[in-house]
């Protein structure tokens, strides 16, 4: 995501799993709508990773991970979920992040 980004795991340390077969690696980026010109900014991406939450932030994004780690987001259950609690938290980004300033999208990850 740039020079200005920074990636955080969840748990932290190293979780190399191989993807199911049969699912598509994703991911959820979260940004907003600039302009016309230049359209959606993402200022956040998250994927899972062998059950780990991996957090890359862009230059804006920083406090929305912050907030992620602190503070959580609701999870589909309607009780509060951090990013160390994996898959659920995953789940539940998309479903946090959509109003017309901030939302989500979620991406099919082509490696």
Not at 18 to 26: R, S, V
């Amino acid at each position: 995501m740039g020079e200005s980004g920074k990636i955080i795991e969840f748990p932290r340390g190293n979780v190399e799993t191989p993807e199911a077969e049969g699912n598509e690696p994703k991911a959820i980026e979260i940004g907003r709508f600039v302009s016309d010109e230049e359209g959606f900014k993402v200022l956040v991406r998250c994927e899972m990773r062998g059950g780990a939450v991996l957090v890359e932030t862009a230059e804006g994004g920083e406090h929305l991970a912050k907030n992620f780690e602190e503070r959580g987001i609701t999870g589909l259950d309607n009780k509060t979920v951090f990013p160390k609690d994996g898959q659920k938290f995953f789940e539940a980004l998309s479903l946090n992040f959509r109003t017309p300033y901030c939302y989500a999208r979620e991406k099919i990850i082509n490696e």
